[in-house]
Structure formats: C-alpha cells, structure tokens
C-alpha cells in the first residue's frame, strides 16, 4: 500500500509505504488499510500547505 504527499503546488513530494509478509495481510481489512493510508497522507499534505487533496472523491 502507499499514499503520497503533495505540497501547496499538488506536486508529489513523497510517499508513505508499508510492506510486510503476505501471511501478516488479512484481506477482509483491505478496504480499511486504504482508508488510513488515505488519511495519512491528507494529514501529511495539509502540513505542508496542499489545499485540496487530490485522491479525495
């Protein structure tokens, strides 16, 4: 999984990623994995200055 960052331009600046072994990953939380990681990465760019977070629906 990985969510980027954007700065005050919505250029990427950076990503965040987490791997781990396949037999740690319980699919039935995928979804849920997608939202923190989403949420992450909104936090992470309003800090530095994104308005509007492009990945938002």
Request: glycine share 6%; with cysteine; aromatic share 18%.
């Amino acid at each position: 999984m990985v969510a980027p960052f954007f700065d005050h331009w919505n250029s990427v600046v950076a990503a965040l990623s987490v791997f781990f072994p396949a037999f740690r990953f319980d699919a039935s939380r995928q979804d849920e994995y997608g939202v923190m990681f989403i949420a992450a990465g909104r936090t992470i760019s309003l800090e530095l200055g994104c308005l509007s977070y492009p990945l938002d629906p």
